[in-house]
C-alpha cells in the first residue's frame, strides 16, 4: 500500500513505520554509512528498532572511504565498523574511483586510494577484515578509475546477488531539509518503490529509501541526546569553532560542500592539513578564500568596465584548455536550452521578468508531463540573459551566473540548476588506459 501522509505523528514515530515496512517488505538491507550526523542516525535508529522488536536478522552497513578526512571522521567509521557485530555486517570501501574535486583548477576530479600515489595518501589504508580494496575485492562491475556514483549504484546490485537474490533496499541518510534538489529528487512517485514517495527503485526487485527525508537538523541531534547514540564528534569542535548545526559538513575536502569549512582543517587537525594540501593542487586556496567573495560564496561584484558576458570570457582565458572546454560545454548547453527550448520558471518569476521588460517570450503553462509543486509558465529568451535584478535570481539563466560557477569551482555547475553529472567519456577513457594493468 503507497505511503500516505502522516499528519498526527511526529518524524520518529513516522520513521518506526516506514522501519516496519522497510523489515517487512525487504529480505535484504543496508545502510549506506557516510561517518556523518545523519547517515549514523540512521544507522544508529535503525539498529535501536531491531533491538526493540528482537529482530536478528544482520543488515549490511556500506561506508565508502574517501581517503582524505579527519582522523576524527575515521575512528568514528572504526567504531561503527568494528561494533554490534550481533546486527550488522560492515562493508568498508577503500577503492581507487573518480572523485569530483572542486578545490583545483587544474583537475575536476582525483583518485583516492590511488596505488600509484601511495606515497601521497592522506592516511594509510584501514587495517580490518571488513576492508575491501583494489587487492582483495571481488566486484564484477568495477572497472578502474570508475565514477563513485556508479560504484555506489551497483553495489546494492552486487549486495543483492550476494545475499542469493530477494528484495534488497539500501537505506540512506539523506533528509529534503539540505536543498530543493534533494526534495525533488527523493519525493516522487513515478519512480518509487510501490508508491512510497520516500523510495526510490533502482533496479530489479531493489530499491534505495530515505526514511529520515522529512527530519529537520534539530531531530537528528535531539535524537542523538535522546537516545545517547554515538556520532562523529568533530561536530562538537566545530560547534566550539563557531558553525551553526546547519553548516556543519564532515564531506571529503576536495568536495565542493566542504569548500567553506576546508579552513577548518588547518585549526582542527594541523597533521591532517599538512598531507591534505600534498594530495590535490588548490586545497590552501580554497582553504583561504572558500567563504569569501573570491569563491563566490558571498556577493560578488562586476569588475569595473565588464559585462557579466566579458568578464566570463576573461575567467574563461585564465582557465587551463581542459578546463575551459568542460565548462563551455555546459554553458553552450544552457545557452541552447534556454533560447531556443525554453524552460518552465515559477509564474512569480515570470511575473518579475515581465515587469522589468526581459527579452523573453512568454508560452503559457509547460506541455511537459512532469509535476511541479507551484504554478509554472514556460519561459524562452530571446538573448541570453546578462544578469536579472530579481528576487529569484538562482532560477533565471545568466552570465553572472556562469562567472560564480567558476568561481566557486563548480565544475558539475551545480549553481546554474545542472544535475551531479558523470565525469565525460575522454577523462573516463584516460583513466581505465591508466589503470587497466592494474
Known amino acids: 500500500m503507497a505511503d500516505k501522509l502522516h499528519i498526527n505523528i511526529n518524524v520518529y514515530q513516522a520513521l518506526q513505520k516506514r522501519l516496519a515496512y522497510i523489515f517487512a517488505e525487504f529480505e535484504n538491507i543496508y545502510v549506506a554509512f557516510s561517518g556523518g550526523k545523519d547517515s549514523g542516525v540512521l544507522l544508529e535508529l535503525t539498529l535501536h528498532y531491531m533491538r526493540e522488536q528482537g529482530i536478528t536478522r544482520k543488515i549490511g552497513v556500506m561506508h565508502m572511504d574517501y581517503e582524505a578526512q579527519y582522523d576524527m571522521t575515521t575512528q568514528y567509521?572504526?567504531?561503527?565498523?568494528?561494533?554490534?557485530?550481533?546486527?550488522?555486517?560492515?562493508?568498508?570501501?577503500?577503492?581507487?574511483m573518480s572523485v569530483p574535486c572542486t578545490t583545483s583548477m587544474h583537475q575536476s576530479a582525483w583518485i583516492p586510494w590511488n596505488p600509484d600515489e601511495k606515497n601521497i595518501w592522506v592516511r594509510p589504508m584501514p587495517n580490518h577484515p571488513s576492508v575491501i580494496?583494489?587487492?582483495?575485492?571481488?566486484?564484477?562491475?568495477?572497472?578502474?578509475?570508475?565514477?563513485?556514483?556508479?560504484?555506489?549504484?551497483?553495489?546494492?546490485?552486487?549486495?543483492?546477488?550476494?545475499?542469493?537474490?530477494?528484495?534488497?533496499?539500501?537505506?540512506?541518510?539523506?533528509?529534503?531539509?539540505?536543498?530543493?534538489?534533494?526534495?525533488?529528487?527523493i519525493v516522487h512517485k513515478t519512480k518509487s518503490w510501490k508508491g512510497h514517495i520516500w523510495t526510490t527503485a533502482t533496479g530489479k526487485n531493489n530499491c534505495a529509501a530515505y526514511p529520515l527525508y522529512d527530519w529537520d537538523v534539530e531531530d537528528i541531534w535531539t535524537a542523538n541526546a535522546k537516545f545517547g547514540f554515538d556520532y562523529n564528534k568533530l561536530y562538537d569542535l566545530m560547534y566550539y569553532a563557531g558553525l551553526k548545526p546547519h553548516d556543519m559538513r564532515v564531506a571529503s575536502p576536495f568536495l565542493g560542500a566542504a569548500q567553506e569549512t576546508l579552513n577548518l582543517y588547518r585549526i582542527i587537525e594541523p597533521h591532517t592539513w599538512g598531507r591534505v594540501l600534498g594530495r590535490v593542487n588548490g586545497a590552501n586556496f580554497t582553504a583561504i578564500y572558500g567563504a569569501s567573495k573570491a569563491m563566490a560564496f558571498k556577493n560578488i561584484s562586476l569588475p569595473?568596465?565588464?559585462?557579466?558576458?566579458?568578464?566570463?570570457?576573461?575567467?574563461?582565458?585564465?582557465?587551463?584548455?581542459?578546463?575551459?572546454?568542460?565548462?563551455?560545454?555546459?554553458?553552450?548547453?544552457?545557452?541552447?536550452?534556454?533560447?531556443?527550448?525554453?524552460?518552465?520558471?515559477?509564474?512569480?518569476?515570470?511575473?518579475?521578468?515581465?515587469?522589468?521588460?526581459?527579452p523573453a517570450e512568454y508560452l503559457g503553462e509547460p506541455r511537459r508531463q512532469q509535476k511541479y509543486t507551484g504554478e509554472m509558465e514556460f519561459v524562452k529568451f530571446s538573448e541570453y540573459p546578462d544578469d536579472m535584478p530579481i528576487n529569484d535570481f538562482k532560477s533565471v539563466p545568466s552570465y553572472k551566473r556562469m562567472c560564480i560557477c567558476i568561481l566557486k569551482n563548480d565544475y558539475a555547475c551545480k549553481y546554474m540548476g545542472f544535475g551531479l553529472t558523470r565525469l565525460d567519456m575522454q577523462r573516463r577513457k584516460a583513466a581505465l588506459e591508466k589503470y587497466k594493468n592494474l
Request: hydrophobic letters at 35%; one cysteine or more.
Open 77 to 96: 567509521v572504526t567504531r561503527v565498523m568494528t561494533g554490534n557485530a550481533d546486527l550488522i555486517t560492515p562493508y568498508w570501501l577503500c577503492m581507487p
Open 133 to 185: 580494496n583494489i587487492d582483495n575485492h571481488n566486484f564484477d562491475f568495477y572497472q578502474p578509475g570508475m565514477i563513485d556514483y556508479n560504484l555506489q549504484e551497483k553495489f546494492i546490485h552486487w549486495y543483492q546477488q550476494q545475499q542469493g537474490g530477494g528484495s534488497t533496499v539500501a537505506l540512506v541518510g539523506i533528509r529534503t531539509q539540505e536543498s530543493l534538489n534533494r526534495f525533488t529528487a
Open 304 to 358: 569595473k568596465g565588464h559585462t557579466w558576458k566579458s568578464y566570463l570570457d576573461f575567467l574563461l582565458a585564465t582557465l587551463p584548455e581542459d578546463t575551459r572546454n568542460k565548462y563551455l560545454e555546459k554553458f553552450n548547453s544552457s545557452i541552447n536550452y534556454w533560447t531556443e527550448k525554453g524552460g518552465a520558471l515559477p509564474k512569480e518569476t515570470a511575473d518579475e521578468l515581465r515587469a522589468i521588460d526581459a
